[in-house]
């Protein structure tokens, strides 16, 4: 069930498809992956390494380094990256950390 | 490798300000920016912004539309995506773009790498849903996205403007709370013979307290104790305001008060910076074209001291007049009559700044946080550790890094070196100035290794 | 008198000998640098290590050999004492070749190093399959690895902030933001500092890294000492990529790899170079090629404190007799020895360790 978001779209813009952390998700092609993905109603992107806290975007200008995600095997902000379609979004290192676990 | 006469770093109104002058002048120049199109984080994505979008943001905002288009130009090369990890002597400039590795050398460099939002650490700052003023301006402007349940805290005039465009959206906020006391504006009255020639900004301050009180959005002034509420979200923010305590739910909350210079890539370089009282920030100590410490490398815009998006502009132009004598362009006569009307239209563009400074000062309560507030985000450091660490003879910021972590995460200091600053400051009983900063280092921004190594061979002049 | 001990340099070497002093009731007053001072204890790889050292002088191998085998001990007093832990792992490391040549060339020295330490230097050789048993993410291009039993990898950064803390504990003095610019010795030692401070001591123990450059000649000693840039890399936090440390790359406790080093002959110049930096990426992707989607989150240039043979140098000074100039490269694996070992041989006690070849004696007058 999509969640649903504490976030207004003023425009309608062209859906790609995508996936985050396996699940399909229909976002606006070219736009800010952090912000499509805030829309979408996903607000926790990442735990941290640290202490596992819940974190989603903080300053939106490739700053914070809050928003992390991981495509294709790297971990990157998600306020610097556009949506295009096809995009595996996971949360960081999340798949490695379940193989140890395996 | 490519050479440049001049490298901008920063595509924002200082940048293309001096990128477009220079070029003007006869000067070769690449602008590496790290955003896809070119604004800055003030005019950010101004080329592609939807009509309604652009009168929700205002005439400030689509006015930067003609400094995006003075970057189309013959001689400049606009770089966009470009992350600069490194700038070393020669001078050589590294950075990533779309996954590899790239470098490009200059005669000069123009810094104009703008400002960061000031950090507000208070209890909650790093749940989901918990973001600054300013992310929720370029969530509007560069994806026309509103937050429907937000509170805005803190301080400034940004406060203001984010507020007022959620009014003409439709999505106001639900409350401004809002730390400035009445005494901090009657202090800034002093300011106001100054202010008065900065009229304009006055007057633009007035006209949007007045839309957001036109929509009913509820002001609380002078609020202290504030905290965020929730486990895995913002649920709710709290605090106190003459003498009440106030609970408000709410799914999003936007923190500002005020921005200070973003002086990564200049410490990076060894720029000298002093601490600026006024604006409870270092900034780099500059001559009046920009110049410093580092021969050939001027620093304008934000990043120079906070004077706002007309004042960058005005300062990029002087830099390029001054790189363009440099390097034999223009006479120094030439030069300082074309500075001249620049430098005037500048000295107005300031007039307001310190009575701005005064009535918005930064929130006291979050400059010396409790000792259980985190403060350092990647590190998830408190002040009380930084405390502590002040007690094992920790006299500097690089010293508590070695022994808490904080500034070690990919941030790199961000949002953490102001607060360390001032806590040891606090601790030890000295000045900022003598307490210093974070030894900044590249990578300036995290960079693959793999970026890196496919670097390893790239001899000089052999990778055009 | 202010104080029995005035130990000029705070650093890692500093605060362990002024630890062993405090712990057999001396007082000590250690004076200590500013934020900007060049800290080798805060540049540093974090490696305890065996393998390598006193390829030529067996009573290096041996020295290095003995402060390895008290480290856990040292860590966990340290631990207990102050609530820091420091963290620690000895299950062995590794010299890891991209060609048989020079695995087998190591090989050879190392044997011969074994002969004469009566065997005690306990390695075996892993060919490239026996080695990817146990670093499952090695990179095709290592052909093998001698793995040293004796070698390990701490937090150096906690190993500092312990000894600071322990030293006050244990009623230590420390004075923080001192530069000394002058030593004399009038009746009792008479140090002087920058900013007007001067302190009277019975004993002076120089351990100020490359410091000693400026003041070993004020008391007397050679100190042929000089600074090596070493050019570090560290990524991101991420999960667990490998088990044993080698010299190319480690991964820390907090989860990041950390990855050196170069050595460069720059003087004090600690920058750090994209040239630099790229040979180390590459190194250490040739070795696990995994890393190459590894965000590097920090970098840095630390200055190695190296005397001409690389080796330690520990010498009393026969100009101003009580004073002693405690110099090296490998102040983490020494930490434990430094605490332990060194203030019986500055209080001349009959447990005092034999150092001789370690005093300045071996450097010909030039």
Known sequence: MKPVSPFLELDDTPRAEVTFDGAPLRLPEGANLAAALLAAGIDVFRNTPVSGAPRGPFCMMGACFDCLVEIDGVVRQACMI????????????????????? | MSKRDLVVIGAGPAGMAAAAMAADLGLTVAVLDEQPRAGGQIYRDVDRVPKGRGRILGKDYTDGASLTAGLRHDRIDHVAGAVVWAIEDGFCISYTKDGRGAQVTAERIVLATGALERPMPIPGWTLPGVMTAG????????????????????????LYLLAAQMVRAGTPPLAMVETQTRRDLIGAARHLGGALRGWRYLLK???????????????????????????????????????????????????????????????????????????????????????????????????????????????????????????????????????????????????????????????????????????????????????????????????????????????????????????????????????????????????????????????????? | MDTDYAIIGGGVVGLSVAWGLLRRGRTVTVLDGDDGSFRASRGNFGLVWVQSKGMKQPRYAQWSQRSAAMWADFANELGDNTGTAVPLEQKGGYDLHFSEETLQATVAQYEALKAKLDGDYPFE????????????????????????????????????????????????????????????????????????????????????????????????????????????????????????????????????????????????????????LSGLAAEAIAAYPALAKAQLVRSWGALRVLSPDGLPIYQESTEMPGAFLVTCHSGITLAAVHARVLPDWLEGTDAAPDLEVFSEARFAVS
């Open chain 1, 82 to 102: 556009e949506v295009s379609p096809g995009l595996q979004i996971h949360r960081p290192h999340a798949q490695e950390a379940d193989d140890v676990q395996a």
């Open chain 2, 135 to 158: 992310a929720g301006q370029i969530l509007l402007k560069q994806s026309g996205i509103l937050a429907r349940n937000a509170v805005l805290v803190g301080s400034g005039p940004l």
């Open chain 2, 205 to 464: 301050g007035l006209g949007l307290l007045a839309e957001i009180t036109r929509a009913r959005v509820p002001r609380y002034t002078g609020a202290q104790n504030l905290r965020i509420e929730g486990t895995d979200r913002a649920k709710a923010v709290t605090f106190s305001a003459r003498g009440t305590s106030h609970r408000i739910a709410c799914n999003t909350v936007f923190l500002h008060h005020g921005v200070v210079p973003n002086t990564q890539a200049a410490r990076s370089v060894g720029v000298v910076h002093d601490w600026d009282a006024g604006q409870a920030c270092f900034a780099p100590r500059l001559d009046q074209w920009g110049g410093n410490s580092v021969a050939g490398l001027f620093i304008v815009g934000d990043g120079a001291g906070i004077g706002g998006a007309r004042a960058a502009e005005l300062a990029g132009r002087l830099a390029a007049l001054k790189v363009a004598e440099e390097l034999g362009r223009l006479s120094s006569a030439e030069r300082d009559r074309k500075a001249e009307p620049i430098r005037s239209a500048l000295y107005g563009e300031l007039a307001a700044r310190p009575f701005l400074d005064a009535a918005y000062p930064p929130c006291s309560e979050t400059l010396l946080p409790a000792d259980s507030t985190v403060i350092c985000r990647c590190e998830e450091v408190t002040a009380g550790d930084i405390r502590h660490y002040a007690k094992l003879g920790c006299l500097g910021p690089n010293q508590t890094k070695a022994f808490g972590r904080a500034g070690m995460g990919p941030c790199q200091g961000r949002y953490c070196g102001l607060t360390v600053t001032a806590l040891l400051a606090d601790a030890n009983g000295q000045t900022p100035d003598a307490t210093g900063y974070y030894r900044i280092r590249p990578p300036l921004k995290p960079v693959t290794l793999g970026e890196l190594a496919s670097m390893e061979h790239v001899a000089p002049d052999a990778a055009e």
């Open chain 3, 125 to 276: 050789v892993l060919g490239h399959n026996a080695l990817r048993k146990e670093e499952p993410h090695i990179g095709p291009k290592v052909v093998g690895a001698i793995l040293h039993h004796q070698d390990g990898h701490a937090n150096p950064l906690n190993l500092l902030m312990a000894l600071a803390a322990d030293v006050r504990r244990m009623g230590g003095r420390v004075l923080t933001g001192k530069t000394v610019t002058d030593v004399s010795k009038p009746d009792a030692f008479r140090i002087d500092c920058a900013d007007g401070t001067t302190l009277d001591a019975d004993r002076v123990v120089l351990s100020a890294g490359l410091g000693a450059m400026q003041l070993g000649p004020k008391l007397g000693f050679k100190a042929p000492i000089r600074p090596q840039r070493g050019q570090v890399l560290i990524t991101e936090k991420l999960p667990k990529l490998i088990n044993r440390p080698s010299l190319i790359a480690r991964q820390v406790d907090e989860g990041g790899i950390q990855i050196g080093a170069t050595n460069e002959e720059v003087g004090f110049d600690d920058r750090v170079t994209q040239p630099g």
